[in-house]
């Protein structure tokens, strides 16, 4: 087989991307660098360079917690502080891996990093169970909307391998997933990261366990449900004119499609100005496309000379989106230099668009903990979780984040230092 056939196989791979999250000390980096170093999925360079380090730390192991924390701050205190994205593939499936902290204060890093997801891996230590960190990391999820969860009772070594500590395990995450909304699939595996039970190879240790390893669960589970293929939507980016004399008149409107199939010949309409017209043409790169669908990034010409630009949204006229000025969101709050109160003024970025925004009013807070509404404190401090209503200078054109997750979220700018101060789910 040639490289170019060997590449195109690798590009036309399905892509699962998935997050971790635990509390301190579970074992998310030793069980992504398990899962890295059984697959094969590492150079050599990077396992002796590991084996070195481990051994200048006096590890019993080779600590294979060293291949995702990569600074040096973090690995002299023994900590992961930030999100790492990590790559690897198997000839089943690629993966793109969010490795987030598992600190209480960290619960921004863990939005960030699970906002594209979707899968979520959150890991149990066996021997403290289902902790506030592990319903925190569940509510998360629940909230943006992941909804295939596998909860890692990890560290079964150290319970004896014990079924019935296991089966507890279970039984409380089921009772505190019961009240969560968006959980729908949730599969449970007893591991051992630093052992390798069940990561990548079935244990030995635990017959008693008949499910799949994380691997073969990762490679296998169903990955088509998160891109909304019914409601069309193209959120303009760019309006290309090459001014070529190839390309003469070309206008092409370009962008990643956020939700349903676009195809020559289709009626669309443009927001806000309400013009319709029918597509003539969908680009990519330097091919013609029959047909165009989410997650793709296309650049799509008109049969009509209607006024286009970025921050519109091209859509089909019997499937609109909510075209409004007052929307509601759950946000999780980022910044640790203010706080959010009714009457602040942002900048409000969705998709392509930006507007300016004022939140009119914090409706509650959320108490992960125990899902209670906190109505008699209405400030979002750092990593805080609450409801708020926003009015915008001018209509955006949205969707239920629970329909779609793209055209669903926002992020809110302070436009005095355009530090990113909230994530939002447009409720």
Known sequence: MSDNENNSGYLDMDLLRFTTAGSVDDGKSTLIGRLLYDSKAIFEDQLEAVEKSSKSRGDAHVNLALLTDGLRSEREQGITIDVAYRYFATPRRKFIIADTPGHIQYTRNMVTGASTANLAIVLVDARKGVIEQTCRHAFIASLLKIQNIVVCVNKMDLV?????????????????????????????????????????????NMDWYQGPTLL??????????????????????WVIRPHSNKYHDFRGFSG????????PGDRVKVLPSGFESKIKGIHSMDTELDEAYSPMSVAITLEDEIDV??????????????????????????????????????????????????????????????????????????NDIGRISIRTSAPIFYDSYSKNRITGSIILVDPMTNETVAAGMII
């Open 309 to 382: 630009s970025r921050g519109d949204m091209i859509v089909k006229p019997n499937n609109v989106p909510e075209v409004a000025q007052e929307i509601e969101a759950m946000v999780c709050w980022f910044s640790s230099n203010k706080s959010l109160k009714g009457s602040g003024k942002y900048i409000l970025r969705h998709t392509t668009n930006e507007v300016q925004a004022i939140v009119k009013e914090v409706r509650y807070k959320m108490n992960i903990n125990t899902l209670h509404k906190i109505e008699d404190d209405l400030e979002l401090q750092l």
């Open 216 to 237: 073969y669960h990762l490679e296998t589970v169903y990955n088509g449900s998160d891109f909304n293929h019914i409601d069309a939507r193209l959120p303009v980016q």
């Open 256 to 263: 990643r499609i956020a939700g349903g199939v676009f195809k």
């Open 160 to 204: 004896e391998w014990d079924q019935k500590t296991y089966d507890s395990i279970v039984s409380d995450f089921k009772k505190f997933a019961s009240r969560l909304d968006n959980l729908v699939n949730i599969t449970f595996i007893p591991a051992s990261a630093l052992l390798g039970d069940n990561i990548v190879d079935k244990s030995k």
